[in-house]
């Protein structure tokens, strides 16, 4: 059974660990951060993914999961505490393996930004696949993330996403033991190959 795959060996320093790269992903957006090294998470999920949802989800807060992420649910309520929202557009964060339609997310609201939803998505890989070209704030020059795993036209869906600043969804993305952040201050284009 999947809930008997451990969290964190040490809780409070793991979570300490993760919140940092996470901090610092949304505070430089595009750049790369190690998390996750040595946690065994059910399937699908990642080390660097199940890092961020055990760092950041808790009884407090809805998770959603798109269906592919289903044989983890019981893993992340488990160690999470996590109350499981059956509509996406009612959590909280949202684990995907596919990108949502982003305008189904929570975006919040103009008095209450801080309301809007936090996709956690994993992708194939960082570092390599497409590059985006990103700037905005925490970027003193338009950096380039390559990820590989995102659907034709994710410039388009963010941008839509990015015109609601100060609302919009943030997404962390996830692969394998690394993380990257694209918070929705930060304008997005696709480069050429």
Known sequence: MSIDLPGFADPVSG???????????MARPGSLHAAGQGLTP????????????????????????????????????????APLAADPAAAAFVLATALPDLATLRAGTDEGPEEAATLVLQVAALGR???????????????????????????????RNHALFPRGV????????????????????????
């Open 15 to 25: 979570a300490q660990t993760c919140f940092r790269a996470v901090l610092d992903a």
């Open 42 to 81: 059910p399937a699908p999920l990642d080390p660097a993914t199940a890092a961020v949802l055990l760092t950041l989800v808790d009884a407090d807060t809805t998770l959603a999961t798109d269906a592919a992420c289903a044989p983890a649910r019981d893993w992340l309520v488990f160690h999470c505490g």
């Open 129 to 159: 696949g497409a590059a985006l070209r990103l700037a905005g704030p925490g970027l003193r020059t338009p950096a380039t993330l390559r990820v590989e795993g995102l659907p034709e036209g994710f410039a388009s869906a963010w941008a």
């Open 170 to 193: 943030d997404i962390i993305l996830c692969a394998g033991d690394q993380l990257a952040a694209l918070p929705r201050s930060v304008a997005i284009t696709e480069e050429a190959s």
